[in-house]
Structures are given as structure tokens and as C-alpha cells.
């Protein structure tokens, strides 16, 4: 039975709160929509609110074409003129209704019949399947349903606008709803989907406060929970309020679904309130945000978690506390995080602030960073699909620290006191959804650090995939940063003790020399040869923390890794004798020794070990993970040579290698030490050189390379001369030593270079000098264009134009780059089209490009013929017959940027 309920048709006799009641404790009632005879909130009105139209238009462009969503409900959606041929029902004799017409409408209805009721992605298609209910109204073919709808009909996303009334059961975690998590975990899948649920118009069953009033399958951890506003932003009287019974926070988000005008099953319109409103708001929403992840050409579809994090990431914050009256920062259990923001959704996947990753243990940290200038606040949110279960049974915690060293925790809520405010003074361990957040007031300028770690990983279940995604790029950062006080850095890369820049000269043993193998490439090789395998390390400063690489090759004895000239070990603090007993002697303050085990330590293994000193003691760490303290002990360490791989006096050399010494005079956190140890474990993996012709067929290899590094062209070792016009000089900075310096001078600010093949990528380098008007950056000497691809009309308008087989042209907006930086640009042409790069991240593809450009010169600063000179410095230009990887162009990004 379905009752819709006019505000005009209720008895004086009863409120409309204690109405609601008794309708909802009705057993024969699945579900209650509110009427509004007299709203005048169309759709055009409500995708306003959530910022949706926009996305219609240039450049965005999206409509949901290609994208198919499952509407899941009691009954299935009947035919609608606004549907045309998108929408298919699976059952065989279905039961249809109004409510999943007008559900459907709002999702994919294309306003055939009135333009103000166009659905949210009204070139989407619906698959709708109606479930059967067990006598208490769960479902049996829920799991066989999905199943069928996400493996056989390429379901993208799953809407569900229906749920249980009874008043006793929400809030809780049954077994239905952790069916529900396990399906977005995809435990019986063969791909993983977004699930999209309304929370239920059950306010009215908690009539004190309408707290821990949400459905059951709203309940689920891992799927999407809507609540519903008013166009005003105002929580409608009857949408369901979290906490969960667990104190999750619930919903997740809101969007409208008050007086909302949508198809009904008599081929018209009606104007309907309700959850059952607000969901497809957020499905159609994700329908369009896959459709801009798929021009994006993204290989794999995103995690669930990965539409969770952009959509709660981009929300606008209602500013409601519980009683709908304070002005309060945050999410909270009435509105969620806040209100659907699609348009900030679709711009990070544009922009490519998001990321996926994976935390294989608790002794795991990811660290990204976040480079502020000039801005009001910063945001960042972690998502993940947890293992199914009433608890959270892998726990991730996020945490951002500033410039100045302050940690910045996420919003946590007090679910025994629904209605407190926010705060962010401690880590959160109920919810899989963690979003920090930095308010105006608290904004520092410079590098900001995201710190990704785990409190509790179930060996079972791990690795653990999570999601990130701020408004921000989050970029890796080099750990040797000044600003925290490094005093020396050693790096043992060359046949002379380097010492990076901060003058710190040293001395080695005669029997030190150096191995190929390390972290970053060479490092110290200690023999263990007595009274000569050492390094002797001045120190300008008090020590507070001493980081290094280690790797031991033998084991006999003990031997004195570390120790310090004035007292023989290691500046009042620590001497590591290894790897004989592997154990840390600290020295105490009463001039006594503490022991602590540093743990059993194979040979023939890198090892990451961090000294730290602070007021309490010293701490240790290894592999970046915290080990212990020795309280007591003195904390901070003298001015004087530290001795690395033997006592001052006695030969008790140790034989290993050593890379990557760091001294600092500020006592790092455990943060910045995972920062280190991270940096440096990528580095294991990172190859040292770009993509060669080394190993190649002979249809894929490198075609030219122009490097800019002295006064002729010059051209790496492949065979192709070019020329320059003559106003081209070289400029003294570059990516890779000097560039091509291209002044803008008409006429004559130009590189000619001759290309022997077809070309299938070109990757450069380029800085921009001069933004004034557009430019033609590259083009191809044959048609006038970069080779039937691609013309850069720099840096003006910054946009791509690519010349599609039937000679016409497609625009894309490359996003607004900076002057006077270097940014490093790919144009890969594969079977597909044309696929473009900035600073190694993919950016956009042109489907319909010409695949190949053709065997002509390509000139870099004008038009062949036109001389419209853009004022620039160019290096390392490269052109490939073959079309690199994703990961290939990223690496010769990484090659560029570790230039610099």
C-alpha cells in the first residue's frame, strides 16, 4: 500500500507529528510520501540547490550517457514518455508504481513533455527490478538480483528509495544490512558498485529529539546514505536522523526531496516529498560523475569508497547543529557531512585530486602533501568500503599537520550526546568516512602533510583500499626539508662523501667505498676493516634526531654502529651495538645505561632506523614505525663528530652498507619519520631513467630527444637534426641542466625538429613567460596542426584543440597553468584517440582523433606559417612511435622533476 499524504487532509484532532506516528506503525504501509498540493519546487528548482545544471553545459558536458543505474524497490517503474527507450524492467511480470516512476523520473527523465523536469542524468539508462519480501519485509533475492544486475547488464550504480518503517529496528545493524556492505565490498560481484539508500521519513519515531531514526539499510558502513532538505537547506520533519545504534554518523549526505515535481505512472507529473526524493538526486549525480571519470579514461572503475570521498569531500556544509538553530561548522547527525555539491564532485575528478591507495598493515603509513599559498580553509576526506560487520573492523585514521608542526584531527561526533557539535581533538574510530577539515582562521601557508595510517588492520582482511580526495593536489614531497631543522644529509651517491646543501664536510676510512646498490641509488659500503671503515660526521648543532639506511652483511659480534666522539656513544643518547645482540643502550641521566631490544634484524636487509631525542627521553623507530622510549634518557646530543661504524678508539667496525644520513637539530614526530622512511621506499622501486629504446621492438622506440644543454641543438644519439630560428638562445636553468630559451620574437623564436616515423607520444617540458594572447606552442609543418592531433593555443586560453578524422575540431580546457613554472605536457595518440598529460597525470582524452600523427617536422613556438611566437623555455623533448603507459609518462615526469 502506498499512501500520499496532502497537508490539507489531516484531522484536527491529531498533530501531524502523532499522524506520522500511527501511519508509519501501520503494518500494511511500506512507505510514506509526502504530497505537497501546492509546491512549486520543480526539478530545475531542486538541481539548483545541489549545483547539477552546470554540468550540462561547456566544458563539462555531461548528461549520464553510457551509464547504467539499478532502481531496486517493491515495485518497478512503468513507462513514461521522459524515459523513451532507457529504462528496461528485468522481472518477467512486474508490479509497477508511482513511487519508482517518480524515482526513475528524477534519475534519468529527459523532460520530453516539460523541459522544467529534466532528471539529473536524463541520457542514463535504467535496469529496474522488483524485489520480493520475506512476511517481515526483508528481502531473499536481494544478493541474486544485484548479482545478476552488475555481472550480466554492466550496472554502474545502485539506487534504492525504499526501506523499513518499523520503529523498533531502526538504527541497527542486522543481517540484512550487512548483506547490504558486503555487496558494496563485492563478496559476490564480480565488480564493485556504488549503493545508494534513502534513510527512511521516520523522524517521527523518536518524537523527543528524531534521533536514531535511520533504516537499516541506511545503517549499511559502506553504502551512501541520503537524507532529505528542503531547497532552503532545512532538514524535512520526517527524514531520518542518525546516529546509527553503533554512533556512526548517518546520513551521509543530504539533497533535496521536498515537493519535488517528477514522471508519474499516468504519463504526467506529480510533485511528491520524501528519502525516497533525495536518493536518486545523489544516483543520477553519480551517474554523471562516472560519466566524466570515463572521458577522464580512467582504466578501472573507482571504488565505491572513491564516489563516497568526492561526494562528502564537496558537500556544502548546512552549518546545523541538532536543534537546527546554532551556526556550526561540520557534520552532524542530522544533515550528514551536508549538501550534495555534484558540480564540486565531477571538478575533482577533473582535476584529479583524489587518489586510491592501499594500507597492508598497522606498521604502514602513506604521507601526501598539499602545497598552500594563499587560502581560506583546506579539507580532506578518507573513505573505505570496510570488511562487513556491526564494527568497524579495519581501522584507518587521518590526520594533517601543518607547516608549523600542528596535527589537525578529523570530525569526531558524540553519539550519546547527538545533538553536541563537532570537534577535531582526537583520532575517530567508529566511522570508515574521515574528513579533516582547517578553517580560515587556522590556515598556514606552505606544506601541508596528509598522514594516512592504521589503528587496527585485520591480518585477514588486509592490504586495505581507502580513498583520499581534497580540493588540493596531494603530491609526493621530498622529506629534506630545511624548515624542520636538517642540520646534514648524506647520500653516498658518488666517489666523494656528498653532504647535500647544508656545508657540512666529512671524512671516510681509506676502506669506504661505494656499492650500487641503496635507496636511492649508490651508498656507503663499510667493510668492517679495522680502524678504517668508518664515516666521521661533524656536527654544527644539537642533535635531536639522526635517521639512516642500513643494511648488515655480518653478524659475528657486537659492533658499534653509532657512537660520538666526547663520551663514545652516541651524543649522550644511544649506541646501537650490532648486530651481534641487536639492542639499544641509552645512556640515562644519572650516567647508568638502559637496554631496550630493537628486535631480531635479518641480514643482508635494508633497514630504516630513526634516533629521536625529546623531553622525555629517547624514542627509536624502525621502518619508520615506532619501537620504545628510554625514559630518562638525555635528550638532546652534543656538538661533536658522530662516528658511524665503529667506536672513536676501539676497531669494532660493523660490515654494512649505509645511505641516506640525516641529522636534525628539532625532534621529528612519528609523522614526519614515516614521511622519510615513505620517500625512501619509493625510491627502491622508481627507475632511475625514462623509457629508452633499449629493449624495444623496433615499431616502439624513441624517435628524438632534445635535450637544450649547450649552444647547438642537440639531439640525444637518434639521428634526427633540427634547427632553431635565430633569436633562440639557451637559458642557464632548465629541468635537466639548460634550455631552449625561446623569446617570442616574431619570426624567429622557433625549434624545427624532423621526425623520421609515425609519432605516437610526444613529451616536453615548458615554461611560460608571457601570457599575453594565444600562441601556437606546437604544430606540425604538414596541415598547420600538431600533426592531425593537437595545437596548444598557449598560454591565452590554455585550451586543446584536436582535429577529429572528419576534420572537425573538439576543445578541452587544459586547466589555467602558472607562468614562470615548469610544467611537463604528453600527448599520447592511442586507438581511441588523442589522450593528453600535465605534470604526469592523466588530464582528458579526444575520442575521434587521428590516432597517428604524420612523418613531418614538428615546430615548437609558432604556426609554420603564422608568427604567433609564444615567449617560453622548452627541455627535454621527446618523440616516441609508440604510445607510452599511464605509468610510463609518469615516469619520465618523475625523471624531470628529480632535475630539479
Request: with cysteine.
Amino acid at each position: 500500500m502506498i499512501l500520499l499524504l496532502s497537508v490539507n487532509a489531516f484531522s484536527n484532532s491529531l498533530t501531524y507529528e502523532e499522524t506520522l506516528f500511527i501511519l508509519s506503525n501501520t503494518d500494511e504501509i511500506l512507505f510514506i510520501d509526502v504530497e505537497l498540493q501546492n509546491s512549486k519546487n520543480f526539478l530545475d528548482s531542486s538541481k539548483n540547490v545541489s549545483k547539477i545544471p552546470i554540468l550540462y553545459e561547456n566544458p563539462y558536458d555531461l548528461q549520464g550517457s553510457n551509464i547504467n543505474i539499478l532502481q531496486y524497490e517493491r515495485e518497478v517503474a512503468s513507462n513514461h514518455t521522459d524515459f523513451a527507450t532507457r529504462l528496461q524492467i528485468l522481472n518477467l511480470a512486474p508490479s509497477t508504481s508511482d513511487h519508482a516512476t517518480r524515482v526513475a523520473g528524477i534519475m534519468i527523465g529527459d523532460g520530453n513533455l516539460n523541459s522544467s523536469y529534466v532528471g539529473v542524468a536524463p541520457e542514463a539508462k535504467i535496469y529496474g527490478y522488483q524485489e520480493d519480501l520475506l512476511p517481515f519485509g526483508y528481502s531473499y533475492d536481494l544478493e541474486s538480483n544485484y548479482k545478476t544486475g552488475i555481472d550480466n547488464y554492466s550496472i554502474n550504480v545502485i539506487s534504492n528509495s525504499y526501506g523499513h518503517k518499523q520503529c523498533e529496528v531502526l538504527g541497527e545493524y542486522n543481517s540484512f544490512t550487512q548483506l547490504i556492505d558486503e555487496l558494496v565490498y563485492g563478496n559476490y560481484t564480480t565488480r564493485k558498485v556504488p549503493i545508494v539508500w534513502a534513510v527512511g521519513n521516520s523522524q517521527n519515531c523518536n518524537l523527543t529529539t528524531g534521533y536514531f531514526t535511520i533504516a537499516p539499510e541506511a545503517v549499511a558502513k559502506n553504502t551512501i546514505s541520503v537524507g532529505n532538505v528542503y531547497d532552503s537547506g532545512v532538514i524535512s520533519f520526517t527524514s531520518g536522523l542518525g546516529p546509527t545504534n553503533g554512533g556512526r554518523i548517518k546520513p551521509d549526505l543530504v539533497a533535496p526531496g521536498n515537493g519535488i515535481t517528477t514522471t508519474n505512472g499516468t504519463n504526467n507529473y506529480a510533485t511528491v516529498s520524501g528519502t525516497s526524493m533525495s536518493a536518486p538526486h545523489v544516483s543520477g549525480t553519480i551517474a554523471l560523475m562516472l560519466e566524466r571519470w570515463n572521458k577522464s579514461g580512467y582504466d578501472e572503475d573507482p571504488l565505491p569508497s572513491t564516489i563516497k570521498a568526492l561526494l562528502l569531500d564537496s558537500t556544502t556544509d548546512l552549518h546545523r547543529s541538532g536543534n537546527g538553530s546554532e551556526i556550526i561548522d561540520g557534520p552532524d547527525y542530522v544533515n550528514g557531512y551536508g549538501l550534495l555539491n555534484a558540480k564540486g564532485a565531477v571538478d575533482r575528478i577533473i582535476n584529479g585530486t583524489f587518489l586510491e591507495a592501499n594500507i597492508s598493515d598497522i606498521s604502514d603509513v602513506d604521507v601526501y602533501a598539499i602545497n598552500i599559498s594563499a587560502q581560506s580553509s583546506l579539507k580532506v576526506t578518507l573513505a573505505w568500503d570496510d570488511v562487513p560487520g556491526a564494527n568497524l573492523i579495519n581501522d584507518l585514521d587521518l590526520k594533517l599537520l601543518s607547516p608549523s608542526g600542528q596535527t589537525f584531527y578529523p570530525w569526531t561526533l558524540d553519539p550519546n550526546t547527538p545533538a553536541r557539535e563537532a570537534w577535531r581533538n582526537e583520532s575517530d574510530h567508529l566511522n570508515n568516512v574521515e574528513q579533516v577539515y582547517v578553517n580560515t582562521s587556522e590556515i598556514e601557508s606552505g606544506q601541508w602533510l596528509v598522514v594516512v595510517s592504521a589503528s587496527d588492520c585485520n591480518a585477514l582482511d588486509c592490504p586495505q583500499k581507502y580513498s583520499l580526495v581534497s580540493e588540493e593536489e596531494l603530491a609526493p614531497v621530498s622529506p629534506f626539508n630545511n624548515s624542520y631543522g636538517l642540520i646534514g644529509y648524506w647520500k653516498g651517491e658518488n666517489t666523494s662523501l656528498d653532504s647535500s646543501a647544508n656545508n657540512k664536510s666529512a671524512t671516510l676510512g681509506s676502506a669506504v667505498t661505494y656499492t650500487t646498490s641503496g635507496p636511492f641509488g649508490t651508498a656507503f659500503d663499510l667493510p668492517g676493516t679495522s680502524g678504517t671503515s668508518y664515516l666521521d660526521l661533524p656536527i654544527n648543532g644539537t642533535i635531536k634526531t639522526l635517521s639512516f639506511w642500513v643494511n648488515f652483511r655480518s653478524g659475528t659480534g657486537n659492533k658499534y654502529l653509532v657512537t660520538n666522539s666526547d663520551v663514545g656513544y652516541l651524543g649522550q643518547g644511544t649506541v646501537v651495538n650490532w648486530p651481534g645482540d641487536r639492542t639499544i643502550d641509552s645512556l640515562l641521566g644519572n650516567g647508568v645505561y638502559a637496554f631496550n631490544d630493537f628486535g631480531t634484524l635479518s641480514l643482508n636487509t635494508w633497514y630504516y632506523v630513526t634516533f629521536v631525542s625529546t623531553g622525555s627521553g629517547q624514542e627509536y623507530y624502525l621502518n619508520g614505525a615506532y619501537k620504545g622510549l628510554t625514559v630518562g634518557a638525555i635528550n638532546s646530543l652534543s656538538e661533536a663528530s658522530l662516528y658511524l661504524g665503529r667506536h672513536p678508539t676501539p676497531s669494532y667496525e660493523v660490515n654494512c652498507l649505509l645511505d641516506e644520513i640525516s641529522v636534525w637539530g628539532v625532534s621529528l614526530n612519528q609523522s614526519s619519520i614515516y614521511q622519510l622512511y615513505a620517500a625512501s621506499m619509493e625510491n627502491f622501486d622508481t627507475p632511475t631513467s625514462p623509457p629508452s629504446n633499449s629493449g624495444l621492438p623496433a615499431n616502439a622506440s624513441l624517435l628524438g630527444h632534445w635535450k637544450g644543454e649547450n649552444s647547438v641543438l642537440d639531439n640525444s644519439s637518434y639521428h634526427h637534426d633540427g634547427s632553431k630560428g635565430s633569436s633562440v638562445t639557451y637559458n642557464s636553468w632548465g629541468i635537466d641542466g639548460s634550455s631552449f630559451d625561446l623569446p617570442g620574437t616574431s619570426g624567429t623564436s622557433y625549434l624545427d625538429l624532423p621526425i623520421n616515423g609515425t609519432i605516437k607520444t610526444l613529451s616536453f617540458w615548458v615554461n611560460f613567460r608571457s601570457g599575453s594572447g594565444n600562441k601556437y606552442l606546437v604544430t606540425n609543418s604538414d596541415v598547420g596542426y600538431l600533426g592531425q592531433g593537437t595545437v596548444l593555443n598557449w598560454p591565452g586560453d590554455r585550451t586543446i584543440d584536436a582535429l577529429l578524422g572528419n576534420g572537425t575540431y573538439e576543445y578541452d580546457a587544459f586547466g589555467q597553468l602558472s607562468l614562470n613554472t615548469w610544467h611537463h605536457v604528453t600527448f599520447v595518440s592511442t586507438s581511441s584517440g588523442l589522450q593528453y598529460y600535465l605534470n604526469g597525470t592523466f588530464i582528458g582524452s579526444k575520442s575521434g582523433a587521428e590516432n597517428t600523427l604524420p612523418e613531418a617536422s614538428l615546430y615548437f613556438g609558432r604556426h609554420p606559417t603564422a608568427s604567433y611566437e609564444v615567449n617560453c623555455l622548452l627541455d627535454e623533448i621527446s618523440v616516441w612511435n609508440t604510445s607510452l603507459n599511464g605509468d610510463e609518462v609518469f615516469q619520465l615526469f618523475e625523471e624531470g622533476i628529480s632535475y630539479e
